[in-house]
C-alpha cells in the first residue's frame, strides 16, 4: 500500500508555528515502512530555520525546492507566502536520495554520472522506476543541458523535473535546494522510487496557434540578460508585440522561446523570467548575440485548457 500526504503552512514571521502545523497535517506517527517527503517553499522558509527543522522532526529522507507559487489540494493557499509538504509513505515501494557534489559547476556530466552510480550501488545496481530530479535555474549552464546529462545517466528511468527558483530584485541566480534539511546552492537531487507502480505521463506541447509569427534577431547580450531585440529594448519588443503592458510584473514572468544560435546545433529552449530597470530580459540562460528566436505566449486560460485535455485523459 502507497499513501500520499499533504500539509501547508502559510506562517513565514513564525517558523516554531509552521512546523508545529505542518508536523499536525502530516502525523508522522502514522507514516508507513518507506516514506519520502518532497517541499515546496518560499525562499524565507530556508532562510528561517523551518526547512531544517521540519526536515529534523519527520525523520525521513527529505528534500526541497525554492518556488514562487506553491499549490496544495487544488489551489493557491496564500498569495504571498506559502510552504508546501508532500510525503509518500509505502509498505511496498521503496525510496533512494542522492546529490551531485562540489565538482557540479565543474564538470557537470562527471558529477552528475558519480551521483546516479551512487544510487545504483545503494541499491544493488537497480536503476530506479521513477526519479524525481531538484535542481537549481543553472543560467550559466542551461537546464536543458543538465536535463540531457540526467537522462543520459539514468536511462530508462522515467523522469519528472522540478526548476527551483529565487526572485529578489530581479535576481534569478541564488535559489535553494535542501537535502535532509542542510541547505545546498548549485547541486542537483534525485529522489529514485523502486518499486511496482502503475504510472502514465500525459504530455502537451504547445500548440501552433500559441506561436507568434516574428522575426527576431538578439542584437545585444550579456550572458543571461537579453538587451535589445531587433535593436530595440527587450521589454520594447514584447510590448510592441502585444505580450506584456506597462503594468505587468517585472518579476516571475514566463515567456517561452526557443532560440537558434546559428551553429547548426538543434534550437534550445529558454525562458525569460523578468524584465530589468533598463528594459532588458533575464532569461534561464545565456542567449547570445545573433540568436534567431521564435516566440510563444502561454496565457492562463491555455494553461488551464490543457490541465483540463489531462485530467480528462487521466480520469478515462
Not at 282 to 296: D, N, Q, R
Amino acid at each position: 500500500m502507497t499513501e500520499f500526504k499533504t500539509a501547508f503552512s502559510t506562517n513565514i514571521d513564525d517558523s516554531e508555528t509552521a512546523v508545529e502545523e505542518i508536523l499536525e497535517q502530516l502525523a508522522p506517527e502514522t507514516f508507513l515502512k518507506n516514506s519520502v517527503a518532497v517541499i515546496a517553499a518560499f525562499e524565507e522558509f530556508f532562510e528561517n530555520g523551518s526547512i531544517t527543522e521540519i526536515s529534523e522532526k519527520l525523520g525521513i529522507p527529505v528534500i526541497a525546492y525554492s518556488t514562487v507559487l506553491s499549490y496544495v489540494n487544488g489551489g493557491p493557499v496564500d498569495n504571498n507566502y506559502v510552504l508546501s509538504v508532500i510525503v509518500f509513505t509505502s509498505d511496498t515501494v521503496e525510496f533512494s536520495v542522492v546529490h551531485t557534489d562540489d565538482e557540479f559547476r565543474t564538470d557537470t556530466k562527471g558529477s552528475i554520472n558519480k551521483m546516479v552510480q551512487k544510487m545504483l550501488d545503494a541499491n544493488d545496481g537497480k536503476r530506479p522506476t521513477l526519479a524525481l530530479t531538484v535542481e537549481g535555474l543553472h543560467n550559466d549552464i542551461g537546464n536543458d543541458v543538465v536535463t540531457k546529462y540526467l537522462s543520459n545517466a539514468l536511462g530508462e528511468t522515467e523522469i519528472f523535473g522540478v526548476v527551483s527558483i529565487f526572485i529578489r530584485e530581479n535576481d534569478y541566480t541564488g535559489n535553494f535546494v535542501a537535502y535532509n534539511g542542510k541547505l545546498l546552492q548549485n547541486v542537483i537531487v534525485i529522489l529514485g522510487i523502486y518499486g511496482e507502480l502503475e504510472r502514465e505521463y500525459v504530455r502537451y506541447a504547445l500548440q501552433e496557434r500559441n506561436a507568434i509569427q516574428c522575426e527576431a534577431i538578439v542584437t545585444e547580450a550579456a550572458g543571461n540578460v537579453v538587451k535589445t531585440i531587433n535593436y530595440v529594448s527587450a521589454k520594447k519588443f514584447f510590448t510592441d508585440l502585444g505580450l506584456i503592458d506597462d503594468v505587468t510584473l517585472d518579476y516571475a514572468f514566463s515567456l517561452p522561446l526557443m532560440v537558434d544560435q546559428r551553429d547548426g546545433a538543434e534550437s534550445i529552449a529558454r525562458t525569460i523570467v523578468g524584465f530589468n530597470a533598463d528594459e532588458s530580459a533575464t532569461t534561464t540562460a545565456e542567449i547570445p548575440v545573433g540568436s534567431l528566436l521564435s516566440i510563444a505566449s502561454i496565457s492562463s486560460t491555455y494553461i488551464i485548457e490543457t490541465v483540463q485535455h489531462a485530467a480528462e485523459y487521466v480520469n478515462k
